[in-house]
Nanobody, 125 residues
Framework: QVQLVESGGRLVQAGGSLRLSCAASGLSFSDLAMGWSRQAPGKEVEFVAGIAWTGDVTRYTDSVKGRFTISRDNAKNTVFLQMNSLKPEDTAVYYC??????????????????WGQGTQVTVSS
């Protein structure tokens, strides 16, 4: 079992930037594909980004391509989500997630096996 703890969420104005962090413990972090998902008020959980254990292959949902960047530091057991040009529609609880299913890069919610508690991101217009 892997434990995931997110941080970095806060209130930010539209057009601003945030960097979310997720610290992992438990299983061998470098064996895990990782990712981020989000849940906006009244909506279902949505896949945002995924990254392979090597860090060199990533995937994004279309609405964040060119604005968000996922990365990882295997030496520090941490995954990041750099969010630029934020929009009010990015407002959501952001969840860090891990995949122990042996897949290359997560691309959907069902690819993840473990979840963090979430961090709130609010983008004001």
């Amino acid at each position: 079992q892997v434990q995931l703890v997110e941080s970095g969420g806060r209130l930010v104005q539209a057009g601003g930037s945030l960097r979310l962090s997720c610290a992992a413990s438990g299983l061998s972090f470098s064996d895990l594909a990782m990712g981020w998902s989000r849940q906006a008020p009244g909506k279902e959980v949505e896949f945002v980004a995924g990254i392979a254990w090597t860090g060199d292959v990533t995937r994004y949902t279309d609405s964040v391509k060119g604005r968000f960047t996922i990365s990882r530091d295997n030496a520090k057991n941490t995954v990041f989500l750099q969010m630029n040009s934020l929009k009010p529609e990015d407002t959501a609880v952001y969840y860090c997630a891990a995949s122990s299913y042996g897949i290359g890069v997560p691309k959907k919610i069902s690819d993840f096996s473990s979840w963090g508690q979430g961090t709130q991101v609010t983008v004001s217009s």
